[in-house]
Nanobody
Framework: EVQLVESGGGLVQAGGSLRRSCAAS????????IGWFRQAPGKEREGVSC????????YYADSVKGRFTISRDNAKNTVYLQMSSLKPEDTAVYYC?????????????WGKGTLVTVSS
């Protein structure tokens, strides 16, 4: 059974930091890209960041570039999203997802999502 389990969400003040984790199981982790997505209240889901399997290439939305850092530990089947200089507009439910490529808009597997709230 494929599972993606997010952790590390919660409440933080503007300017603060959080580290999100996405623990994966049930598929060959090293072969898969892992992406982070978010959906704010009343808005469409958007891609935040993605890290490829294999070469570990990273991608970021312009809105988080320079503030968020994605990384992966293949030995632990886990991807991390370090979120710094957080802003109230970063408030959203954050999901991790897996697919063979970061360029595929339809990710194969999804986590359930956890809420990040940034207070002003």
């Amino acid at each position: 059974e494929v599972q993606l389990v997010e952790s590390g969400g919660g409440l933080v003040q503007a300017g603060g930091s959080l580290r999100r984790s996405c623990a994966a199981s049930g598929f060959t982790f090293d072969d898969y890209a892992i992406g982070w997505f978010r959906q704010a209240p009343g808005k469409e889901r958007e891609g935040v960041s993605c890290i490829s399997g294999g070469d570990g290439a990273t991608y970021y939305a312009d809105s988080v570039k320079g503030r968020f850092t994605i990384s992966r530990d293949n030995a632990k089947n886990t991807v991390y999203l370090q979120m710094s200089s957080l802003k109230p507009e970063d408030t959203a439910v954050y999901y991790c997802a897996a697919d063979k490529s970061c360029s595929d808009p339809h990710m194969d597997y999804w986590g359930k999502g956890t809420l990040v709230t940034v207070s002003s």
